[in-house]
């Protein structure tokens, strides 16, 4: 991994931030601000979610319906980033904006990006993606995209976009492969290689999957999903190159 990307490995990822789950009944929303801020103060790297409204606009959240984390209803890709706005989570606040999140965090901690690769980005690629660059385009700290759609990863690569930011595959491969998953997997290795992705976030309980250690070799790094306890991360010693947690205090180093 060369010297510029190192960010990755060397501290946890803090998986939607430092949300309530981590604090004593104190309500801070997953994707939030607030987790955020918690986040750059304990000195976390950032792992959050992007999603594209109807009117072309790049929010920070996860979920593809708004009902589990807000007091609204309704597909993201299908609402206005106005209606998005009035869509309260369960601190009051709003779903941020990546510009709004990208401000706060300011490059104090290293940001981990997954685009959430849904129908409205797939029939708008390239508007999203100038969209999410110019948005990136002044951001001076540390980045990397990831998504689990090996065509949007490609689309990138074959375009140009993000030449300076460091490019991977969120992956489950599972430990054990049927007949028809191995074709599957086959073809995602490759796809890997061969648009030279720096890195990949694999689910870690398929972390022994022989393609990892493939991976490995090649000067991949290798990040994993979605760590909630010392046991499991213990059990990922020199299998991983960093995580991505909740729900606990990790000790990883790299």
């Given amino acids: 991994m060369k010297k510029k990307h190192r960010f990755l490995t060397e501290r946890p ?6 949300h309530s789950s981590l604090l004593n009944n104190q309500k801070i929303p997953e994707n939030s601000l607030d987790a955020f801020k918690r986040a750059i ?21 996860h979920d593809f319906f708004l009902g589990r984390c807000t007091n609204k209803t309704g597909y993201v890709f299908s609402k206005s980033l106005d209606y998005i706005k009035k869509a309260k989570l369960f601190n009051n606040q709003s779903i941020p904006t990546l510009e709004e999140a990208l401000n706060l965090i300011d490059g104090r901690v290293p940001v981990l990006l997954e685009i959430k690769y849904s129908k409205h980005i797939r ?6 993606l100038n969209v999410l660059a ?8 540390p980045m990397a995209l990831m998504s689990f ?3 949007m990863i490609k689309f990138i690569r ?7 930011i460091p490019l991977g595959l969120t992956t489950s491969f599972p430990k054990i492969e049927s007949p028809s998953n191995k074709i599957k997997n086959n073809k995602i290795e490759n796809e890997i290689v061969s648009n030279k992705l720096q890195f990949i976030s694999q689910d870690w309980e398929g972390i022994k999957n022989r393609r990892i250690k493939r991976l490995k070799k090649l000067d991949i790094v290798i990040l994993s ?7 499991v991360e213990k059990s990922l010693r020199g299998i991983v190159d960093n995580i991505t947690f909740e729900n606990y205090e990790p000790d990883f180093t790299n």
């Fill in 123 to 128: 029939k708008n690629l390239e508007i999203f």
């Fill in 134 to 141: 110019e948005k990136l385009e002044s951001y001076k700290g």
């Fill in 13 to 18: 990822f803090a998986h939607r931030g430092y």
């Fill in 41 to 61: 103060e304990k000195n976390y790297a950032i792992e959050m979610d992007i999603h594209f409204t109807k009117d072309f606009k790049i929010i920070v959240f």
């Fill in 158 to 164: 074959e375009k140009n976009f993000f030449t300076g």
């Fill in 225 to 231: 999903w979605t760590i909630t306890s010392k046991e």
């Fill in 149 to 151: 759609s090996i065509d």
